[in-house]
C-alpha cells in the first residue's frame, strides 16, 4: 500500500494567496487501486482570476527586472529542488498515474528536472537579426529585433507524463521571461502543486508559478483559457479539445502552441535488425500502457518477414508483466480512469466485430487483491483489418497494435501518411539511402530511423496535419514565448 487510507489535499497556488476553504474538492484517484489518493480543490472563475492578475503583476515585478544569467540561475535551482525530492515526485506521479517505477525514474522524473536545466540557457544563445538599408533621403538606418517576453502564459496539460509535459512548457516560458498558469489534468494533479513548493524553495516570486485545478469545459480549463488577461495558450492533449482551445482563444486572438493526438505509423524493412527492431517496438506498442503520443499504433510489416514480426512482437508482449507500479519487476500499468478503459475496451470490441485477427490479448485483467480496484487492460496485437477500419483510424490510446504486411517502399509509404494525424513515425531498414529517401516522405513532425522516442531536447517537437500547431524544443520554443520586435534606426 502507498496510497494511505487518509487522502491529503491538493490545493490551487494563486501567487502567494490561498483560496478560501470552502471550495468544491474532487477526487484524485489511484488507477492502480481505484483508491482516492488526494482531494483537489476545485478552481472557480474567481481563483482563476486572481491566477492571472498574480502572473500579471509577477511580469512587472522581480522577475521582469531579473538578467538572464540571474534567470538561468534560477531555472537551474528548479531543478536541483526537482532532484533533491526525487523520491517525492516519484510517489506522486506512480499514485496518480499508475506507471512503473522504471518508467518514472528513468523517464518521467528527470525529464522533469532536465527540461529546466536544458532551456536555462536558450535565450542567451539566440542572436537576433541585423540588418543596414539606405532611407529615400539617402541616408543611412538601420534595423535589429528585439524578442520580449509574451506574457502571461496559460499551460494546459494532459494525464500521461504529468511532469514531463508540464516542465516541457513550464521551462522554457519562464526561461524567456514570462509567467504562468498551469492547468494539470483533473486525473493527474499532484506534481504540479509538488513543483510549486519547488519554486519557492528555489526563491522563484510568488505570482510567477500558479496552478488551478479542475477539469476543461465549465470548469478551471474553459475559465483560464477564455481569460482575458493570459497571452497565449499552450496546450498538449485530444485534438479535439485543441479546436474548443482554439475557439477560445480566437476572443482576443491569443497565439497558441498545440500538440495533439496521433495515430502513429511504423514501417519495418525485411532488411533491418530484426531482433533490434522488435526489442525497441515493445517499447513503442506497450510503454506506459500504450499512453504516450508518440506511441505506434499501426505497424506496416514488408512481406518477407511478416510472420516472423508478428511472432516476435506477440512473444515480448506475453513478457509484459502488470502488477504493483512500485515494484522494479512490473512492465504494465494500469489505463488511467474508468472512463478511459471503457473507451480502449470499445475499440478491443470494434476490432474484433471488424474481423480482426486477435494474435494476443483483447480483453480485460483481472487482478487480485489492492489491485482488483484498478483498470488493467491486456496488451493486443491485431493483424487482418483493412486501413479503413476504425482501429487503423482513430487514436485508442492503450496497449494495442495493428500489424499489417506491404510489399514495397512507396505502398509502406502511402499507407503510414493515409492518416489525419501527423505527430510521429519510425522505420526500420539497415539501407542507409532508404532511411533517409523514405524519413522524407514521411508526413510527420518527427521521424526516428532504427530507434524509438530518442529524445534531443534542442531539437523541433511537434506535428503536422491535426497533430499540432508550432514547435517547441531548442530555440523553436522562442516562437511561441517570445515577441519578436523590429526597432529601426534612422541616423
Ligand atoms: P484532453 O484533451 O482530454 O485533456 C488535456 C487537458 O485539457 C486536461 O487538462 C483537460 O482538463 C483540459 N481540457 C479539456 N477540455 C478543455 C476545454 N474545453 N478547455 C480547456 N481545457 C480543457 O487530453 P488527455 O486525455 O489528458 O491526454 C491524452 C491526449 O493527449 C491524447 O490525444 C494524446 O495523443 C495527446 N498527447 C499529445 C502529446 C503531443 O506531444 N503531441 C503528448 C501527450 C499527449
Known amino acids: ?4 487510507n487518509n487522502p ?3 490545493r490551487n497556488v494563486l501567487g502567494g494567496a490561498q483560496s478560501e476553504s470552502d471550495r468544491h474538492f474532487f477526487e484524485d484517484i489511484n488507477p492502480a487501486t481505484g483508491e482516492v489518493v488526494a482531494l483537489v480543490e476545485e478552481a472557480t472563475r474567481e481563483d482563476v482570476d486572481r491566477a492571472v492578475t498574480a502572473a500579471r503583476a509577477a511580469l512587472k515585478g522581480p522577475w521582469g527586472k531579473l538578467t538572464q544569467d540571474e534567470r538561468a540561475r534560477a ?8 532532484e533533491v525530492r526525487f523520491d517525492d515526485f516519484l510517489k506522486a506521479e506512480i499514485l496518480d498515474t499508475g506507471k512503473p517505477v522504471t518508467m518514472a525514474s528513468h523517464l518521467d522524473i528527470p525529464r522533469g528536472a532536465a ?9 542567451k544563445h539566440h542572436s537576433g537579426e541585423f540588418f543596414q538599408m539606405k532611407a529615400p533621403d539617402g541616408g543611412d538606418a538601420f534595423n535589429y529585433s528585439l524578442r520580449s517576453p509574451r506574457g502571461v502564459i496559460a499551460v494546459i496539460c494532459p494525464w500521461n507524463l504529468p511532469l514531463l509535459l508540464m516542465t516541457w512548457k513550464v521551462a522554457p516560458a519562464l526561461a524567456c521571461g514570462n509567467t504562468v498558469v498551469v492547468k494539470p489534468s483533473e486525473e493527474t494533479p499532484a506534481t504540479a502543486t509538488l513543483l510549486a513548493e519547488v519554486m519557492r524553495d528555489a526563491g522563484i516570486p510568488d505570482g510567477v508559478y500558479n496552478v488551478v485545478n479542475g477539469y476543461g469545459p465549465g470548469s478551471a480549463g474553459q475559465f ?4 482575458p488577461g493570459v497571452d497565449g495558450i499552450t496546450f498538449t492533449g485530444e485534438t479535439r479539445t485543441g479546436e474548443a482551445i482554439m475557439a477560445a482563444a480566437a476572443k482576443g486572438v491569443r497565439p497558441v502552441s498545440f500538440e495533439l493526438g496521433g495515430k502513429n505509423a511504423g514501417l519495418v524493412f525485411a532488411d533491418c535488425d530484426l531482433d533490434k527492431a522488435l526489442d525497441q517496438t515493445v517499447r513503442a506498442v506497450f510503454m506506459n500502457a500504450g499512453q504516450v503520443c508518440l506511441q505506434t499504433e499501426r505497424l506496416f510489416v514488408e512481406r518477407p518477414i511478416f510472420e516472423r514480426f508478428v511472432e516476435g512482437l506477440a512473444a515480448r508482449a506475453r513478457q509484459q508483466k502488470p502488477g504493483d507500479p512500485f515494484d522494479k519487476t512490473t512492465s504494465l500499468g494500469p489505463l488511467i480512469s474508468d472512463e478511459h478503459l471503457k473507451k480502449v475496451t470499445g475499440y478491443y470490441g470494434k476490432a474484433q466485430a471488424a474481423g480482426a485477427e486477435v494474435v494476443i490479448g483483447g480483453g480485460t485483467i483481472r487482478m487480485t487483491d489492492e489491485f482488483a480496484g484498478g483498470h488493467w487492460i491486456e496488451p493486443t496485437i491485431w493483424t487482418g483489418l483493412s486501413d479503413e477500419s476504425e482501429i487503423m483510424r482513430e487514436e485508442i490510446f492503450g496497449p494495442c497494435v495493428h500489424i499489417s504486411p506491404f510489399d514495397g517502399e512507396d505502398e509502406a509509404i502511402a499507407r503510414a501518411n493515409a492518416s489525419e494525424y501527423g505527430l510521429a513515425s519510425m522505420l526500420w531498414t539497415q539501407d542507409l539511402s532508404r ?10 513532425g518527427i521521424t526516428w530511423v532504427n530507434s524509438w522516442f530518442l529524445r534531443d531536447l534542442r531539437t523541433p517537437f511537434g506535428g503536422m496535419k491535426h497533430s499540432g500547431i508550432g514547435r517547441e524544443g531548442g530555440v523553436h520554443g522562442l516562437e511561441f514565448y517570445t515577441e519578436l520586435r523590429n526597432v529601426c534606426v534612422k541616423i
Open 115 to 123: 527540461n529546466f536545466r536544458a532551456f536555462a540557457e536558450l535565450p
Open 435 to 444: 532511411a533517409h529517401r523514405v524519413a522524407a516522405q514521411l508526413e510527420t
Open 8 to 10: 491529503g489535499r491538493i
Open 224 to 227: 483560464l483559457t477564455e481569460h
Open 1 to 4: 500500500m502507498h496510497g494511505g
Open 75 to 82: 531555472l537551474n535551482r528548479i531543478a536541483d529542488g526537482i
